[in-house]
C-alpha cells in the first residue's frame, strides 16, 4: 500500500540553523500538508500546498518557514533559523483530492530537535 | 475559527470491554466533516473512522462507532471490544467543507490505556 514517507526521522539542530525537512507524498495526491505537534500537545496545521502554490497558511507559519515541491516527488519544509520552541514533530501529510472521501494520509514524521 | 475539545487526558478500559471517548467542537458552519485519529507510540497518525455532518446517521467501522449529535456539537467514539493494540492516543479533528485543500484542526487528544 503507498505511503507518505519522510526524512529525516530524527533531526538535531542547533539555534539559528536552518534546517529542511523532506517528504515524499504518496504519487498520484495533489493536496499536501504540514503539521506540527510540540511534545504532549496536540496537533497543529502549518500550512496546505496545491498546484504549487501555498492554499492556506495558519499563524505559526512565519517567514522564517517555507515550503516548496522541488520536483515531482518531494515536498519540503524549510525553517530558515530555528528557535528552541520550533522543536516538535513535523507531519506531513498528503490527499488525492479536497472532497470528503479524500483521506489526508500522514507520514510518520520527523523530530525536530533545536539545542 | 473552530475549535475542537476533548475534556479526557487519560481514559482507561479493560481488555473486551467498550470505552467512549468525548469530543465537542464548536463552528458556525453547517456543512464539515468530523474524524477521529489514532496516534500509537509509534506517532503515525492513523484515521479511524469520519462522519459527514449531513448525515444522521453515525459512522461505524468495525469495532468503532461514533455518536454524532449536531445540535449538542459532540462527536464521540466508542470503541467495543477493545483490544491491547487500540492503546494510543486518540484526536478528534474537523474539517471545514468549504476552501481548498482544508486543514484538520485537532483536539489536544485523549491518551486511551487497555488493561488486561
Known amino acids: 500500500e503507498p505511503e507518505v514517507t519522510q526524512t529525516p526521522s530524527h533531526q538535531v539542530t542547533q539555534m539559528g540553523q536552518e534546517v529542511i525537512l523532506r517528504c515524499v507524498p504518496i504519487s498520484n495526491h495533489l493536496y499536501f500538508y504540514w503539521y506540527r505537534q510540540i511534545l504532549g500537545q496536540k496537533v497543529e496545521f502549518l500550512v496546505s500546498f496545491y498546484n504549487n502554490e501555498i492554499s492556506e497558511k495558519s499563524e505559526i507559519f512565519d517567514d522564517q518557514f517555507s515550503v516548496e515541491r522541488p520536483d515531482g516527488s518531494n515536498f519540503t519544509l524549510k525553517i530558515r533559523s530555528t528557535k528552541l520552541e520550533d522543536s516538535a514533530m513535523y507531519f506531513c501529510?498528503?490527499?488525492?483530492?479536497?472532497?470528503?472521501?479524500?483521506?489526508?494520509?500522514f507520514g510518520p514524521g520527523t523530530r525536530l530537535t533545536v539545542t | 475559527a473552530q475549535t475542537v475539545t476533548q475534556s479526557q487526558p487519560e481514559m482507561s478500559v479493560q481488555e473486551a470491554e467498550t470505552v467512549t471517548l468525548s469530543c465537542t467542537y464548536d463552528t458556525s458552519e453547517s456543512d464539515y466533516y468530523l474524524f477521529w485519529y489514532k496516534q500509537p507510540p509509534s506517532r503515525q497518525m492513523i484515521l479511524v473512522i469520519r462522519?459527514?455532518?449531513?448525515?444522521?446517521q453515525n459512522a461505524t467501522e468495525n469495532r468503532f462507532s461514533v455518536n454524532f449529535q449536531k445540535a449538542a456539537k459532540s462527536f464521540s467514539l466508542k470503541i467495543s471490544d477493545s483490544q491491547l493494540g487500540d492503546a494510543a492516543m486518540y484526536f478528534c479533528?474537523?474539517?471545514?467543507?468549504?476552501?481548498?485543500?482544508?486543514?484538520?484542526?485537532f483536539g489536544t487528544g485523549t491518551r486511551l490505556q487497555v488493561t488486561l
Open positions: 462522519q459527514e455532518a449531513y448525515k444522521q
Open positions: 501529510a498528503s490527499s488525492p483530492g479536497q472532497g470528503f472521501v479524500y483521506e489526508q494520509y
Open positions: 479533528a474537523y474539517r471545514s467543507e468549504t476552501g481548498t485543500a482544508s486543514k484538520l484542526t
